[in-house]
């Protein structure tokens, strides 16, 4: 079950981050409403995941999540480059957050 939490709060960071790029573009109060509830649930389930993962490893992959996602949602939805770098790169930290599962 801490792998799940531990996924959603992945999933919650990555809405979190778009909802700051909204924020940015249309500066009312529901952007900012949706990024306080994206990144309060982002905490919440981390620290649920935290009860039986190690810390290290619970952070480092949500952030991987987070921060992959959020890379991902750039070039998906702002026009942000896609080259083959960038995307090896990402498929890099997804690759380190398996490998923290395997062997956690």
Request: net charge positive; with cysteine; charged share 10%.
């Amino acid at each position: 079950m801490a792998w799940l939490f531990l996924v959603v709060a992945g999933i919650l960071e990555m809405f979190g981050v778009t909802m700051i790029n909204k924020l940015n573009k249309d500066r009312n109060w529901q952007a900012f409403c949706l990024l306080l509830l994206g990144f309060g649930g982002s905490f919440i389930f981390l620290a649920l995941a935290m009860e039986s993962l190690p810390m290290g490893t619970a952070y480092a992959v949500w952030t991987g999540i987070g921060a992959s996602g959020g890379a991902i949602l750039g070039m998906l939805l702002y026009g942000e480059p896609r080259n083959w770098k960038r995307i090896v790169f990402i498929v890099m930290i997804l690759g380190a957050a398996v490998g923290l599962k395997a062997i956690a």
